[in-house]
Nanobody
Framework: QVQLVESGGRLVQAGDSLRLSCAAS????????LGWFRRPLGKEREFVAS????????MYADSVKGRFTISRDNGKNTVYLQMNSLKPEDTAVYYC???????????????????????WGQGTQVTVSS
């Protein structure tokens, strides 16, 4: 089992940049595919980005492609989400998620569906003002 703790969310202005972090503990971090999801107020949770356990091909939602970057530092047991050119519609609670290599052996691509992830953090609020 792995525990995930997000941080870095805060109030920013449109056009600003922000980096979210998700620290993991409990298991070998490098054996997990990782993802970021978000839930805008009153809406369903949606996929943002994911990175496989191999650190290979990253995936992005169309709404964030070209603005957000997911990365991982296995030495620090941390996955990051760099968010640039933020828009008010990016306002949401952001969650990181993990899926073990044993459950998802695909090293080329990570899952992109929420139900494919087994472990979740508690979320961090990002608010973008116009």
């Amino acid at each position: 089992q792995v525990q995930l703790v997000e941080s870095g969310g805060r109030l920013v202005q449109a056009g600003d940049s922000l980096r979210l972090s998700c620290a993991a503990s409990g298991r070998t971090f490098s054996n997990y595919a990782l993802g970021w999801f978000r839930r805008p107020l009153g809406k369903e949770r949606e996929f943002v980005a994911s990175i496989p356990w191999s650190g290979g091909n990253t995936m992005y939602a169309d709404s964030v492609k070209g603005r957000f970057t997911i990365s991982r530092d296995n030495g620090k047991n941390t996955v990051y989400l760099q968010m640039n050119s933020l828009k008010p519609e990016d306002t949401a609670v952001y969650y990181c998620a993990a899926r073990s290599q044993r459950a998802w052996p695909n090293g080329d691509y990570a899952p992109i569906l929420a139900q494919q992830f087994d472990y979740w953090g508690q979320g961090t609020q990002v608010t973008v003002s116009s």
